[in-house]
């Protein structure tokens, strides 16, 4: 059988062959993306009310599940801010954020959004993708970038009870004004650093910066929230148990909700990377191949995943041709995992 008759069922067949030119040009955008997975990868697991190790789980298997079937090679799969908090929000009431239950639960919105998105991709419904106009997506862009910062701005300005609360006493009594520094200061160097150095890994900097000087202040010590310990080594392979019927009832929604969210972000950023260069989107594929990647994400006991807007704008900035770049960003948070959590403590 020819290589482009199997490449129909294994899309990674039709990678273009490595050659140093490329795979030089693949190593770097890869690395560049690869550093914004890790930090992006806990917080993101923050947001979902996760163990914080599952947000660097969600951020391998399902991303290298993705892009080996996927159509679109150059999106940045992994877990995303909008998805993240869907889930957070969901799962609110139904179980305490980071127990086993919560954990459970997240899991097999994963796995049920997964074989949703399957089954859709598998019926060729592709096409519904197309439905969606570019002012429909900017829309949906614009309204989740602030969804996500009103979520956040508690978080950023070291805001320690509701904003109900600060209004009936406003006083400085509610604000931990290190953690406002902390995250103030961030922002206002991550701004910086993309207005003049865009594809400099700014994210991984700011985040040793501030690892250094929460170690240096004794920042844990004096009871300010770190990441603090996380576990070492590969996922292993994780069954959430069987769902109830009222649990599946109650999780049937956000399940929906989840899938058209991925449906809309896999849109935005493949339409992109596919006009770019010059290449026909094949969504049923994307469908199946993202299907997938949640399926994988649910067994490895983390949350479901999509395309991510601004990984993948980086990677098409920083020159990224194909899969290969994935790969290699993969390879850095495999070597995290294997060595480096330690590093992360203090964070």
Known sequence: MKIAALARWFPFLAWPRPTRALMQGEFWAGMTVGLMLVPQGVAYAALAGMPLITGIYASLVPALVAVLWSSSTRLGVGPTALSSLLIGASLTGLAEAGSAQWVALAAW??????????????????????LVTSPVLNGFTQAAAWLILASQLPALLGLRTTWHAVLADP???????????????????????????????????????????????????????????????????????????????????????????????????????????????????????????????????????????????????????????????????????LWLTPALYHV
Not at 110 to 130: D, R, Y
Not at 246 to 268: C, K, R, W
């Open 109 to 130: 919105m994963a796995i049920l959004s997964g074989l949703l998105q399957l089954i859709l991709g598998g019926a060729h419904f592709g096409w519904l993708l197309n």
């Open 171 to 337: 006083s400085f009594y509610h604000f931990d004004f290190t953690a406002a520094a902390f995250g103030l200061g961030g922002l206002a160097l991550l701004l910086a650093a993309k207005r003049l150095r865009p594809t400099f890994p700014s994210a991984l900097v700011v985040v040793a910066v501030a690892g250094a000087l929460s170690w240096a202040m004794g920042y844990a010590d004096k009871g300010g929230a770190v990441v603090g310990t996380l576990p070492a080594g590969l996922p292993s392979l994780y069954w959430p148990g069987w769902l109830s019927w009222d649990e599946f009832g109650s999780l049937l929604m956000p399940v929906l909700v989840i899938t058209l969210v991925s449906f809309l972000e896999t849109a935005s950023s493949a339409k992109v990377d596919h006009a770019r260069s010059g290449t026909r989107w094949n969504e049923n594929q994307d469908l199946i191949a993202h299907g997938m990647a949640k399926i994988s994400s649910g067994l490895c006991g983390s949350f479901a995943t999509s395309a991510s807007f601004s990984r993948s704008a980086i990677n098409l900035y920083a020159g990224a041709k194909s899969g290969w770049a994935t790969l290699f960003a993969l390879l850095l948070v495999l070597a995290v995992l």
